[in-house]
Every structure is written in C-alpha cells, then in structure tokens.
C-alpha cells in the first residue's frame, strides 16, 4: 500500500500542535523544552516529506541544520533549566515570572 | 629651502610644540616635572621659525609670494583656501612675533619656575604663537580671523592662568567677553565684504575695493576698525587690557603688549589701501587713538601697581600707532608696533623680574613670622631695587628712557615719526590732525613723567617694604636676565631702522619705509604740501625737549619727594585725580549700563520665562510619557507563556490573512 504524501503532512501537524499545546499550557520547564523539540521534529517530518515527494534534496539537507540547531537548543535550554533549579528549586514556570511590571 | 616649506615650518613648529607640551604630560604625568624638557620644547619651535624668518629676510624678495597649502571650503563661486602670504609687512610681524616670543619663552622659564601647571604654561604659549602666525601670515581675511580668534583664545586662557582665583579667571572672561564686541564687527565687515567682493582674499578685496560705493566702504572700513578697537584696546572698548594683568607676567609681555594687541594695527596696515578710501573713518580712528592716548596717560600716573602702569601705558602707546593709521602713515604704526614690541617687552619683563624678587622678599617676611598684608606688585612698598637688582634696573631704565622718546632710542624715533606725521597731514590741510598732533605733544609729556614716576618709585629712593634693613631681594636668573639685556639693546638700537626724513640730506634713508610701503604693501598718502627743512628740525627738537623734560621734571619731583610725590599731585589736581585714580569710571559706568541691564533683565523677565515656558515643555513631555507608559506597561505579566500565546495568535491570524 502506497503511503501518500497528505499522511505524512498530517502527521507533522498533529505532532506540531502537540508541541505548541505542550508549550502554552504545561508548567513543567522540562516538558515545555521536550514540545519544543516535538515542533522541531513535526517541521523536519515535514520537509523530508515534501523533499521525497518533489525529488528534490535540498529538503533533506535542510533536515540536518534543524537537528544541529535541536541539539544546540536542547544542551543551551537544558542549562539554562539547572541554573534556574539551583536558584528557585523549581521547574514550574508559574514561579518564574521575575520580568513583569 | 623654498619660501613654502620654510612658511609650512614657521607655521607648524609652534603648533607641535603645543601639542608636544600640552599632550604629554597630560597623559605621562611624570613628565609634568621635566622643566627643562618642556621649556627647551617650548623655546626651541619658537627660536627655529625666528631663524626660517630671518633666512627668509635675508633671502629678500620683491614680489610678495602667496602659498596655498588647501581649499578650506567651496561653495558655489566662493571658496576660502588656506594660504599664507610672505611680503615684507608679513614678515616684520614674524620676525617681531618669532623674535621677542622667543626671548619671552625663555624668559619663562625662568619665571614659571616651580609652577605646578608649568607644562599647561608652555602649550598656551606654543599654541598662542601658532594663531599670532595664522594672523599675520594669512592670505585672506578669515584665515586671519581664524588667528583672531585663536589669540583671543590663548589670551583668555592665560589671563585666567591662575584660575584657582576667582578674582583672575573674571579677568579672563571680562576680556574674553570684549573682545567678543570687536569680533562682532569685524564679522559683519567681512558679511559686507564676501556680499560685495564674492571674496576674501587680500588681493580680490584690494581689486574689488573701489568698485563699492562709498557707503559700504565706509561701513566695511568702519567695522574693522571697532574690530581692532576690541583687540587693540581702544576706547571704548579698552578695559579689559588692565585687568589682563590678572595673568603671568611673561604673558603680559608677550600678548598684552608685544604682540596680541598690535593685530588691531596690523589688520589696518594690511587693509591700507582700502582705509586709504575712507577718510572720515579715518579721522574717527586718528581722533579715537588721541583720545585714548590721552586718557589712558593719565590713569597711569595715577596707579600703584606696577603692572597696571605699564597696561595703561600700552593702551596709550596703541593710542598713538592708531593715531599715526589715522593720518595715513600706516608703516609708522607697524614701526612704532616693532619698537613698542622691544621696550614694552623689556618693561614688561623688568617687572616680572621685580615681582619676582619682591615675592623673594614676601617668602622671607612670612618666614620671619610677618603678618600684615604684602602685594609683591605694589609700588607702594618697593623702593631702592637699584642696589639689590642692578641688571634689572638698567634694562628698566633704559627701557623707560626708550618708551619716553629720549633722542636717539627707539622710542624718540618712531613717536616723533607719529607726530611729524600727525603735523604734515594738518599742514596739508586737514584740520582733526592738528588736534592729534597737540594731544599726541601733550601725552608724551605725560608719557615720559609716568614712566619715570614708576621708575623712581621702583628703582631709586629708599626701600619701603616692612623690615626693609633685615629682607633683601636678589638679582633674578640668567634665563630673566639674558632676555632683558637683549630687548634692552634692542630699545636703543632699534629706532634706527626708521632715520626722519632730515636724514636724507646726509645721505640716509628710511628703511623701513622703503621696505614697508615704497617697496612694500602698505599704502600711504601722497602729500601735497611739503614741511620745509626748518620746521622739520623745529618738531624734532620739541619732541626731544617735551621727552627730556618730561623725564628731568619728574625725575627731580620724585627724588626729592619719592612716595609723597603722589600726594602733592592729588592736592594739585584734587577730583581730576580721582577720575585718574579710578580710571574715569569707566568699569562703573559699563556696569551701569551694559552689565547691570543684562543680569536684571536676565533675572526678571528670562528667568520667569525659562521657568514656566521652556522648562514647562520639557517637564510636560516627561509627565506625558510616564503617564502612557504607566497603563501599558500592565501588559507585560511576566508568564512566559502568555507571551506565546500571542505570538501563536499572531502567526495564525497572519496565515488566515495570507490564506484568505
């Protein structure tokens, strides 16, 4: 059975609106990171998709600058989580809310 | 070397050494200690242009030589180049520049000895050399305005040397704010001239000069004469010069009597040809320096500081080069400007050379446990420096003999020169010079009795400071010497470059008339009627009687009456005295009616205004902002979330916009 191209476009956007639920609404710094990654991953689905579908490369390659990009996000983000933990001894976002008038 | 690189060194030396002197030490402060660098520095950039300049005299040349070094600004038709111009006036005023600011530069080192702004002392002087030399080499008229203003500057900032007290740096604002007046309207002179030449170059005003109707000539010859009224310190804007005595002797030397204060005369004599076309102004500058001449004579006799004598003598002096611009004779000024540069500096210097010994003598009281007041300036208290500064005093007296015209010095020279002048052209019938030509017989008579008074009270009689037996001052270094013997030779031997015109029948010539307006660039008037022989020797005589007379009378009044003498002449004068004695009031009466006005209506009416209207806006826009800001600033909730949220929004209501 032939997969067709829609599937794997549905799939992206499910996956992204997870990711964007699971940053606006979760309180957990962690699980806020982690749907972040989840949007990552939805637009590379995405473009290895339409790369397949359209016989062209450039797709693909942009797929490996977005998983550098993830990674780098991921150590910096998850840094900035220990930093933040030391000094609050909290991950919940609600507590970390120093920049209001 | 050609003229153009010797002008570009000439030029360009003093303003090294300024930046040398003045950069330096502000960032290595431990050079600020090295005296002996800085003031070799110093002295050394201004004793090398003194020797380019009197190569490039030696050199001589007919033509004068333009060198533009860069275009300064374009616009349209009009352009302004840098450039200098070497032609004999030039180069008398750099050699006087160069010459006596080299003696005075060494001077001060001697002077300044121990100052703890030593070096600042040395860049002001550097840098006022550069803008004197901008001045008096410059080809147009704002290059020359350029030197003005800088000199205007570098005086201002050495007036105020001492700023520390109060009483000094208002001195220094007092003449800066004057000579702002003059700068006015040398300004809209040269308004009148860039509208009706489309140039400022020397040779474009020259050319395009008779083509102005005569009013504007007026006007134009008018308004450069209030300009050099400011910095020459003419009535009526004269007193800030006495109160420039606020400054370092040896600035008082260099600025305020040798050089600085000439520029007035040197503009004029380098705009002749043009002043030559209007000769109602002139009569109103012949006739301004008569009277200032006059009336700064008399405040002389009656002053106590040894320093203000000699300012007001100066501003009489300038009195006189004015009058001698003023019945045409502009090299005679330039003349008198070269000789007053040589026995004003050497007074000038002597009494930098007394003040330094009485502060000697102040040092010593105070040791000894003495508490009364001391001012080292005072004639008051001098007396009988003959015995303790015997090098001192000669080159004083000679100065002083120089300055009152005794036959034969410089002085005698070039004040009967004037005078002569003064004499031909009322023989050649125009009336006001007969009146300049009395007052100018009349202020050397009082020339010569002040200058005398302030020797005596100085130099001869018996000694007056407290303790007088006990405290002795002493003779000052080489450094104070050597220069003082130098100016004090050339007070005797320069008159000679200006023989009168009796010489001619045994064979001499005016040199300095040859070289400054038969072969030069000053203008001068034809003559119609000529003075005979007789009454030549007739002027020359009583010129020498009044300066002889003058010095014998007040030399037997003061031996035999010393302080006293200034008794009996307060009782001979009574309320004349006073006037002489205050300076005419005129400080009172600029206070009355300039000062006064300003500050109250600066207090009444601006000062309410500025208040309500102008700080009003500025509060009103502050009040407004901090109002906005106050409701917006409720958005930012500090939930990270929220933030994206909106962005979420955002990008969806965007797609929407795009998909639709």
Redesign the interface.
């Given at each position: 059975m032939e997969v067709a191209l829609s599937w794997y476009l549905t799939l992206s956007a499910v996956l992204f609106v997870i990711g964007?639920a699971g940053?606006?609404?979760r309180s957990n710094l962690i699980v806020i990171l982690m749907s972040v990654e989840l949007m990552l991953n939805a637009a590379n689905v995405a473009l290895v998709a339409l790369s397949q579908s359209m016989g062209e490369v450039s797709g693909q390659v942009l797929v490996f600058f977005v998983m550098s990009v993830a990674a780098a996000e991921a150590a910096i983000g998850l840094a900035i989580v220990i930093a933040i933990f030391r000094n609050k001894l909290t991950v919940d976002?609600?507590n970390?809310?120093?920049?209001?008038? | 070397m050609g003229a153009d690189r010797a002008i570009l060194l000439i030029v360009l030396l003093p303003a090294a050494g300024a930046v040398l002197n003045g950069l330096l030490p502000l960032f290595w402060p431990q050079l600020r200690r090295s005296e002996a660098l800085i003031g070799t520095i110093g002295t050394a950039v201004i004793a090398v242009p003194f020797v380019l300049a009197v190569t490039l005299f030696l050199q001589g040349f007919s033509e004068p030589e333009v060198v533009p070094f860069y275009t300064w600004m374009g616009a349209g038709d009009f352009s302004v180049s840098v450039a200098y111009r070497i032609d004999h006036l030039s180069l008398i005023m750099t050699l006087v520049v160069t010459g006596v600011g080299a003696l005075i530069h060494l001077y001060s080192i001697g002077y300044m000895h121990g100052d703890r702004s030593f070096w600042k002392f040395f860049a002001y002087l550097n840098l006022f050399i550069f803008m004197m030399l901008n001045l008096v080499l410059a080809d147009n008229l704002l290059v020359l305005f350029l030197g003005w203003e800088g000199v205007g500057l570098c005086s201002y900032l050495l007036i105020g040397f001492w700023y520390e007290d109060f009483k000094n740096s208002a001195a220094a604002t007092k003449a800066f704010v004057m000579n702002r007046i003059g700068d006015f309207a040398f300004l809209l002179a040269m308004f009148i001239l860039v509208r009706e030449v489309g140039s400022l170059s020397f040779s474009a005003i020259f050319a395009g000069a008779d083509q102005m109707s005569a009013g504007t000539l007026n006007a134009v010859v008018l308004l450069l004469f209030i300009g050099a009224t400011g910095k020459s310190a003419q009535i009526p804007l004269f007193t800030w010069l006495p109160d420039a005595m606020a400054g370092p002797t040896p600035v008082s030397a260099l600025i305020h009597a040798a050089t600085m204060v000439t520029s007035g005369l040197y503009l004029l004599a380098r705009m002749s040809s043009v002043v030559l076309m209007a000769p109602a102004v002139m009569a109103a500058i012949a006739v301004t320096g008569a009277v200032t001449a006059l009336v700064a004579a008399t405040i002389a006799i009656a002053q106590t500081d040894i320093k203000r004598v000699l300012a007001y003598s100066t501003v009489s002096q300038l009195g006189f080069m004015f009058m001698a611009s003023g019945v045409g004779a502009f090299f005679v000024a330039i003349f008198h400007v070269v000789t007053h540069a040589f026995f004003k500096a050497c007074l000038f210097l002597g009494s930098g050379s007394v003040i330094h010994g009485m502060h000697h003598v102040e040092r010593k009281l105070r040791h000894e446990g003495y508490n009364g007041a001391f001012d080292p300036q005072d004639m008051r208290t001098m007396g009988g420096l003959k015995r303790f500064m015997p090098q001192t005093r000669l080159t004083y007296m000679i100065a002083t003999l120089a300055i009152s015209g005794i036959p034969l010095t410089a002085g005698f020279f070039s004040k009967d020169e004037i005078l002569f002048k003064a004499f031909e052209f009322g023989y050649d019938g125009h009336a006001f010079a007969w009146f300049v030509w009395a007052v100018g017989i009349g202020t050397a008579l009082l020339t010569a009795f002040y200058m005398t008074r302030s020797y005596m009270l100085t130099f001869e009689g018996t000694s007056r400071w407290p303790r007088a037996a006990a405290v002795h001052p002493h003779e000052s270094p080489w450094t104070i010497t050597g220069p003082l013997m130098v100016l004090a030779s050339l007070s005797l031997a320069g008159g000679f470059i200006g023989l009168p015109k009796l010489a001619e029948k045994l064979g001499l010539s005016n040199w300095i008339h040859s070289y400054l307006a038969s072969h030069g660039p000053v203008a001068e008037i034809a003559a119609t009627a000529h003075v005979s022989t007789g009454m030549e020797i007739g002027l020359i005589l009583l010129g020498s009687l009044v300066a002889v007379g003058g010095v014998w009378w007040a030399w037997r009044f003061f031996a035999r009456h010393e302080l006293a003498g200034d008794g009996h002449i307060r009782v001979r004068f009574g309320g004349l005295y006073r006037w002489w004695k205050r300076s005419y009031f005129w400080d009172e009466f600029y206070g009355k009616v300039a000062v006064k006005p300003v500050i109250d209506g600066a207090e009444k009416a601006l000062a309410p205004l500025d208040s309500a209207v102008v700080d009003g806006l500025v509060n009103a826009v502050a009040r407004m902002a901090l109002r906005t800001s106050s409701m917006v600033?409720?958005l930012?909730?500090?939930?990270?979330?929220a933030y994206?949220?909106a962005i979420?929004l955002g990008v969806v209501v965007l797609i929407a916009l795009m998909a639709g």
């Amino acid at each position: 059975m032939e997969v067709a191209l829609s599937w794997y476009l549905t799939l992206s956007a499910v996956l992204f609106v997870i990711g964007v639920a699971g940053v606006l609404f979760r309180s957990n710094l962690i699980v806020i990171l982690m749907s972040v990654e989840l949007m990552l991953n939805a637009a590379n689905v995405a473009l290895v998709a339409l790369s397949q579908s359209m016989g062209e490369v450039s797709g693909q390659v942009l797929v490996f600058f977005v998983m550098s990009v993830a990674a780098a996000e991921a150590a910096i983000g998850l840094a900035i989580v220990i930093a933040i933990f030391r000094n609050k001894l909290t991950v919940d976002i609600n507590n970390i809310n120093l920049f209001k008038w | 070397m050609g003229a153009d690189r010797a002008i570009l060194l000439i030029v360009l030396l003093p303003a090294a050494g300024a930046v040398l002197n003045g950069l330096l030490p502000l960032f290595w402060p431990q050079l600020r200690r090295s005296e002996a660098l800085i003031g070799t520095i110093g002295t050394a950039v201004i004793a090398v242009p003194f020797v380019l300049a009197v190569t490039l005299f030696l050199q001589g040349f007919s033509e004068p030589e333009v060198v533009p070094f860069y275009t300064w600004m374009g616009a349209g038709d009009f352009s302004v180049s840098v450039a200098y111009r070497i032609d004999h006036l030039s180069l008398i005023m750099t050699l006087v520049v160069t010459g006596v600011g080299a003696l005075i530069h060494l001077y001060s080192i001697g002077y300044m000895h121990g100052d703890r702004s030593f070096w600042k002392f040395f860049a002001y002087l550097n840098l006022f050399i550069f803008m004197m030399l901008n001045l008096v080499l410059a080809d147009n008229l704002l290059v020359l305005f350029l030197g003005w203003e800088g000199v205007g500057l570098c005086s201002y900032l050495l007036i105020g040397f001492w700023y520390e007290d109060f009483k000094n740096s208002a001195a220094a604002t007092k003449a800066f704010v004057m000579n702002r007046i003059g700068d006015f309207a040398f300004l809209l002179a040269m308004f009148i001239l860039v509208r009706e030449v489309g140039s400022l170059s020397f040779s474009a005003i020259f050319a395009g000069a008779d083509q102005m109707s005569a009013g504007t000539l007026n006007a134009v010859v008018l308004l450069l004469f209030i300009g050099a009224t400011g910095k020459s310190a003419q009535i009526p804007l004269f007193t800030w010069l006495p109160d420039a005595m606020a400054g370092p002797t040896p600035v008082s030397a260099l600025i305020h009597a040798a050089t600085m204060v000439t520029s007035g005369l040197y503009l004029l004599a380098r705009m002749s040809s043009v002043v030559l076309m209007a000769p109602a102004v002139m009569a109103a500058i012949a006739v301004t320096g008569a009277v200032t001449a006059l009336v700064a004579a008399t405040i002389a006799i009656a002053q106590t500081d040894i320093k203000r004598v000699l300012a007001y003598s100066t501003v009489s002096q300038l009195g006189f080069m004015f009058m001698a611009s003023g019945v045409g004779a502009f090299f005679v000024a330039i003349f008198h400007v070269v000789t007053h540069a040589f026995f004003k500096a050497c007074l000038f210097l002597g009494s930098g050379s007394v003040i330094h010994g009485m502060h000697h003598v102040e040092r010593k009281l105070r040791h000894e446990g003495y508490n009364g007041a001391f001012d080292p300036q005072d004639m008051r208290t001098m007396g009988g420096l003959k015995r303790f500064m015997p090098q001192t005093r000669l080159t004083y007296m000679i100065a002083t003999l120089a300055i009152s015209g005794i036959p034969l010095t410089a002085g005698f020279f070039s004040k009967d020169e004037i005078l002569f002048k003064a004499f031909e052209f009322g023989y050649d019938g125009h009336a006001f010079a007969w009146f300049v030509w009395a007052v100018g017989i009349g202020t050397a008579l009082l020339t010569a009795f002040y200058m005398t008074r302030s020797y005596m009270l100085t130099f001869e009689g018996t000694s007056r400071w407290p303790r007088a037996a006990a405290v002795h001052p002493h003779e000052s270094p080489w450094t104070i010497t050597g220069p003082l013997m130098v100016l004090a030779s050339l007070s005797l031997a320069g008159g000679f470059i200006g023989l009168p015109k009796l010489a001619e029948k045994l064979g001499l010539s005016n040199w300095i008339h040859s070289y400054l307006a038969s072969h030069g660039p000053v203008a001068e008037i034809a003559a119609t009627a000529h003075v005979s022989t007789g009454m030549e020797i007739g002027l020359i005589l009583l010129g020498s009687l009044v300066a002889v007379g003058g010095v014998w009378w007040a030399w037997r009044f003061f031996a035999r009456h010393e302080l006293a003498g200034d008794g009996h002449i307060r009782v001979r004068f009574g309320g004349l005295y006073r006037w002489w004695k205050r300076s005419y009031f005129w400080d009172e009466f600029y206070g009355k009616v300039a000062v006064k006005p300003v500050i109250d209506g600066a207090e009444k009416a601006l000062a309410p205004l500025d208040s309500a209207v102008v700080d009003g806006l500025v509060n009103a826009v502050a009040r407004m902002a901090l109002r906005t800001s106050s409701m917006v600033r409720h958005l930012q909730t500090g939930v990270v979330q929220a933030y994206a949220l909106a962005i979420v929004l955002g990008v969806v209501v965007l797609i929407a916009l795009m998909a639709g």
